[in-house]
């Protein structure tokens, strides 16, 4: 007897969201719609334009992260010293009025970075598909659920049809066996990945993280892997829910409770790649061979190992890679060869979509825990969300990094994007937790070097890129 | 969305790969709520330096370039931060069509719903466009009807596009207003959804 063929969980995600074919396109559902302030503004207005209403208000949540400051924010949006960045949050908070959307406005407990609140409200679930008008969307994939960032046109689509039209995308899986060596986590796995594949290499596909690494991985950990899946130029990651999943989300605000729990449940744990899945592509990578990561260029497949050198103009094979490598290196103010951590760093960031979840600030606490900050260094800790800064308190943590000399902030994108009053200057090199390194991100002329948040606490006390393992 | 047919134009080299939407618009210019004027932050940081002041020797300023409709650019054009921004801020510029041999996802989407062709061709194809738009004649033909570029030199070089794509663009079609063609179907799923997983609809 024929037998159908094993899916893997993006086709099962797939398929049972498929609303309707139109066309050659896939109309398919979007079970939770994340939104914020930046990206929403002009979607609004089309649909005013239109006179079209949201489809799902209860399926949106909105939150203020991108342009909040990260300090002062109880005194409210009306003090938010840049008028721009003002109107902007006031806008949201008009519009999510408007129609009906729940919010958590900034300096509300529960509000911080989208990527942080939707798991931690219990918000993301495994097999949903969940959208934001924001790259890093992939984060919630960590749950087995197809999250994937969209565009401002795309956002007004959702929020007037709750579906999106897209073709399906391939399937890539990346296996990561063994066991890690000490100081190494899911941030060096993530940038070890993206080594592999290029900034470009998972264009077209979904990315699925599976292998014992993986399974080993906290629900922090999967999280920062899948939302740096983005930066291998594929919009969505996935981890197959299990134990660690479940209970991660037992008994958060918005997870299904008593018999709705155990009706959720048994509909998660079909959630997983067939064992005949047919793959795309596949990669396999060693844990054990994986040394605490830096970036050292302005790509974030620019990857070297902490006691790497940087690499060789000669290494690059196309004219192009070339030139943008030399461009780099420009930028960086950086030689080819020299050693990495041989480069001083004015600025440390912990925070970001990507690590400032409590597990990141207790990695790096335990760094940080009775050494100093370099005097030259302005070091800075930006909790993930109110609830990720109460909790941290609440184990003393802040105090650890302020007697360390490190700033303790209110919850925000902050330093990963400046679109804040948090800025690299220019020339200043920081070493960051965020997860892009591109020219003036961080601040015009500003330098930076993505690392893990331990590596980046190393790097404040050392004042300079460290290995990690020497604090061990 | 605006109609893209064919368009004779200006084209402009950026030789360089992995240029990301934060070169193509940088954070500052992020907090408008409009969707237009973004021009004014087009490649900032490519474009003025520290203090403001124009970059004479960027491919944009440059006298010969005033007025490009196409820029040629190196791999993986538009990767990074989802922003529409990018291009909104590109079509206010007065580009309306991107050569490069590989695009992002999200950027490469953003394009079709805002009437900017991205156009993928050969890495050779791409490198001959870059060298002939660097030389004296700067003048290019895109048609998307036919699928072609025609170069500076009279080199026609075709390029592949998803034919529903194709379709939408040629006509500008607004992709809200299609999708709610299919209501009835999208009311028959969230029936389903709610007694499949009644959990999702009392949150």
Same mark, same amino acid.
């Given at each position: 007897m024929a037998r159908m063929p094993g899916k893997t969980l993006y086709d099962k995600i797939w398929d049972s969201h498929l609303v309707a074919d139109q066309d050659g396109e896939s109309i398919f559902y979007i079970d939770l719609h994340l939104i914020h302030e930046v990206t929403t503004p002009q979607a609004f207005a089309g649909l005013r334009a239109a006179k079209r209403g949201v489809r799902r208000p209860d399926r949106t949540l909105a939150v203020a992260d991108h342009n909040v400051p990260t300090e002062g924010q109880a005194l409210g949006v009306g003090a938010v010293a840049d008028e721009e960045a003002r109107l902007q949050l006031q806008t949201l908070e008009r519009n999510v009025k408007d129609y009906g959307i729940e919010f958590f406005p900034m300096g509300d407990i529960r509000n911080g970075i989208v990527h942080v609140v939707g798991p931690e409200q219990g918000r993301t679930q495994p097999g949903m598909t969940i959208v934001c008008g924001d790259s890093h969307t992939s984060t919630h994939g960590a749950f087995g659920a197809l999250a994937q960032g969209i565009g401002t046109s795309e956002v007004e689509h959702v929020l007037a049809t709750q579906t999106l039209r897209q073709k399906k995308s391939k399937n890539l899986r990346v296996t990561i066996d063994g066991e890690p060596i000490p100081g190494v986590g899911a941030k060096d796995y993530a940038l070890a990945a993206i080594r592999e594949i290029g900034t470009a290499g998972g264009t077209g596909y979904v990315i699925e993280y599976a292998g014992s690494a993986i399974r080993a991985l906290s629900m922090e950990g999967r999280m920062t892997l899948c939302n740096l899946t983005i930066e291998a130029g594929a919009r969505a990651g996935l981890v197959a829910p299990d134990e660690t999943t479940f209970d991660y989300l037992r008994g958060r605000p918005a997870t299904p409770k008593g018999a709705a729990w155990e009706m959720a449940l048994s509909y998660w744990k079909t959630f997983f790649s067939d064992d005949d899945a047919h793959w795309d592509r596949e990669i396999v990578l060693d844990a $054990?061979?994986? $040394?605490p990561l830096v970036t050292w260029g302005t790509s974030p497949e620019d990857v070297i190992a902490v006691t790497d050198t940087v690499p060789m103009l000669d290494s690059f094979t196309t004219p192009d890679k070339r030139a943008s490598a030399e461009r780099a290196l420009e930028y960086m103010g950086l030689t080819a060869g020299q050693p990495i951590s041989e480069a001083k760093v004015d600025v440390v960031f912990i925070g970001s979509c990507t690590n400032s979840r409590i597990e990141d600030l207790r990695a790096a606490a335990k760094i940080v825990e009775g050494r100093t900050v370099a005097d030259h260094v302005r070091a800075m800790v930006v909790p993930g969300s109110g609830l990720v800064r109460a909790q941290a308190e609440e184990e003393g943590l802040d105090e650890i990094f302020l007697a360390a000399g490190f700033e303790w902030r209110e919850p925000g994108c902050s330093m990963c994007l400046a679109m804040n009053p948090d800025k690299v200057g220019p020339g200043q090199r920081c070493a960051s937790t965020s997860n892009r390194n591109f020219e003036g991100r961080q601040g015009r002329a500003g330098r930076t070097h993505l690392m893990s948040p331990v590596m980046a606490a190393a790097a404040a006390i050392k004042g300079h890129i460290a290995d990690v393992r020497e604090f061990l | 969305m605006d109609a893209f047919t064919r368009l004779d134009a200006k084209i402009a080299p950026l030789p360089l790969a992995n240029i990301d939407t934060d070169q193509i618009i940088p954070k500052q210019f992020l907090k408008t709520v409009e969707r237009e004027g973004l021009a004014k932050g087009l490649f900032y940081d490519l474009r003025f330096?520290?203090?403001?002041?124009?970059?004479?020797?960027?491919v944009l300023n440059r006298p010969e370039y005033k007025g490009a409709g196409v820029l040629v650019a190196g791999d993986n054009f538009g990767c990074g931060s989802s922003r529409e921004h990018a291009p909104w801020a590109l079509m206010d510029f007065g580009i309306r069509c991107v050569v490069s041999t590989s695009f992002a996802d999200i950027f490469y989407n953003n394009c079709f719903q805002n009437g900017l062709l991205p156009v993928v061709l050969k890495a050779e194809e791409v490198q001959a466009l870059m060298e002939e738009a660097k030389g004296g004649n700067h003048l290019v033909t895109v048609d998307l009807e036919a699928q072609t570029v025609v170069s500076p030199s009279g080199r026609t070089f075709a390029f592949e596009i998803d034919p529903q794509r194709k379709e939408k663009m040629l006509k500008g079609l607004d992709a809200i207003g299609e999708t709610l063609e299919k209501a009835g179907d999208i009311d028959t799923y969230e029936m389903k959804r709610a007694l499949d997983r009644p959990w999702l609809e009392d949150a």
């Open positions: $054990a061979r994986i $040394a | 330096d520290g203090d403001g002041k124009v970059k004479p020797d960027f």
